[in-house]
């Protein structure tokens, strides 16, 4: 910003502001029109979320999920939480479902992808257990151990 006056300098930030307030909040498959009601909502369900009102926050985006189907961040939010209670098959439809909403939708893919290594690790340790001499072969030790080099991150939070 070299060269401007001091006046100019606040009012290209508001500008570069209102821009990226619209590209933060517009998505092709999200409604373009929304409404103060939902901003209210999705509001309130994160501030509870914040404040560790799991079971609040639960009902507030689920409330959401169901006035506004096409809304996919309460489904995200809602696989968090699943995922975070132990709930993997929950969590798995929630994800599928944000993804539904909104293909491509980054941090849906990423989390459902997490909740399938999970769930591919807990089948394989149940196999072993079951199975001890099976769950021994060369390309299932190799599998499990590769599994187990993720480190199963927990899914990201951020919309």
Same mark, same amino acid.
Do not use: W
């Given at each position: ?33 929304? $409404?103060?009601? *939902? ?6 369900? /994160?501030?509870? @979320?914040? +404040?560790?009102?799991?079971?609040? =926050? ?50 849906? $893919?990423?989390? *459902? ?6 769930? /591919?690790?807990? @089948?394989? +340790?149940?196999?072993?257990?079951? =199975? ?28």
């Amino acid at each position: 910003m070299r060269g401007m006056s001091t006046l100019s300098k606040p009012i290209v930030g508001l500008i570069l502001g209102m821009v990226l307030t619209g590209c933060a909040t517009h998505s092709p498959n999200q409604p373009t029109g929304r $409404t103060p009601a *939902l901003i209210q909502q999705l509001d309130g369900a /994160a501030a509870a @979320l914040r +404040a560790g009102e799991i079971e609040k =926050a639960e009902r507030l985006y689920m409330s959401i999920a169901t006035d506004y189907p096409e809304i996919a961040v309460a489904h995200l939010q809602l696989g968090n939480m699943a995922y975070q209670s132990n709930r993997s098959e929950a969590a798995q439809q929630h994800f599928k479902t944000a993804l539904e909403r909104e293909p491509g939708h980054v941090l849906a $893919t990423y989390n *459902l992808a997490m909740v399938h290594l999970q769930s /591919a690790r807990e @089948l394989l +340790a149940d196999h072993e257990a079951l =199975a001890p001499v099976t769950a021994a072969r060369p390309g299932l030790v190799a599998i499990r151990q590769a599994l187990e080099g993720l480190n199963s991150p927990a899914p990201h939070q951020d919309h």
